[in-house]
């Protein structure tokens, strides 16, 4: 284990650090829990197919991933409740789609997987 071995500590950086945290803390929130709701693989896959094809039903996107319908309702349950995707009813079934303004932070990784498909179908 490295242990840190610091000879002079500057407090001035320490204290102005300290602060700027303090200053973007609620920024940050929103970000932060954007990224550990994309950072599980089927969540990210889900968005992506999102993307990708304007909206989805569940019944698609679990035949598409090769899952029960269950969990990724749970999924798409969760990425609703934190604004990152909208749904709408159309007769009995759902479909559900990016909110455009929410995923602006991630957008760049969902279009370089599309990049990267491209790439590999040339």
Known sequence: MNNCIR???DVHQIK???EDIQRIKEKTKPFSRL???AGNEVRL???????????MCPCDLSDV?????????QHLRKLKDAGIVTDKKVGQ???YSLEA????????IIK??????KETIS
Do not use: W
């Open 101 to 108: 303004g929410n995923i602006s932070p991630i957008l760049p």
């Open 45 to 55: 896959h889900i968005l992506y197919l999102l993307h990708r094809e304007g909206q």
């Open 16 to 18: 102005e650090c300290r």
């Open 112 to 117: 370089s997987l599309k990049t990267d498909i």
């Open 35 to 37: 990224f550990a709701l």
């Open 65 to 73: 991933l090769g899952m029960n319908v269950s969990p990724i309702s």
């Open 7 to 9: 000879v002079l500590a």
């Open 93 to 95: 079934t759902i479909f």
